[in-house]
């Protein structure tokens, strides 16, 4: 099994830009689809961002396109979430995840992190 740790949220302001980690034990990362989701407060939880097993291919939430780009570092074993433009409308906390397809469900992925909290003010 992978755990994952996400890191590098925070308090922002409308306009800025936040650039979140998620760091995976285990020596399969690199085998496995990654994703970024976010919840916010009485909202189900959203899909941000997918990217394939070798970083060659991403797909974006509507919502960020544009705005946010993932990316991966396979020798590090790291999934990153650059975060540009941010929103009031953005804030959540934003969970990476880990599975075997390329998929907008949070069902399709195995592992979870425990979440990072963007906040950003307006």
């Known amino acids: 099994q992978v755990q994952l740790v996400e890191s590098g949220g925070g308090l922002v302001q409308a306009g800025g830009s936040l650039r979140l980690s998620c760091a995976a034990s285990?020596?399969?990362?690199?085998?496995?689809?990654m994703g970024w989701f976010r919840q916010a407060p009485g909202k189900e939880r959203e899909f941000v961002a997918t990217?394939?097993?070798?970083?060659?291919?991403?797909y974006y939430a509507d919502s960020v396109k544009g705005r946010f780009t993932i990316s991966r570092d396979n020798a590090k074993n790291t999934v990153y979430l650059q975060m540009n433009s941010l929103k009031p409308g953005d804030t959540a906390v934003y969970y990476c995840?880990?599975?075997?397809?390329?998929?907008?469900?949070?069902?399709?992925?195995?592992?979870w992190g425990q979440g990072t909290q963007v906040t950003v003010s307006s």
């Open positions: 995840a880990g599975g075997g397809r390329y998929s907008v469900s949070p069902n399709s992925y195995d592992f």
């Open positions: 990217i394939n097993s070798s970083g060659g291919s991403a």
């Open positions: 285990g020596r399969t990362f690199s085998m496995y689809v």
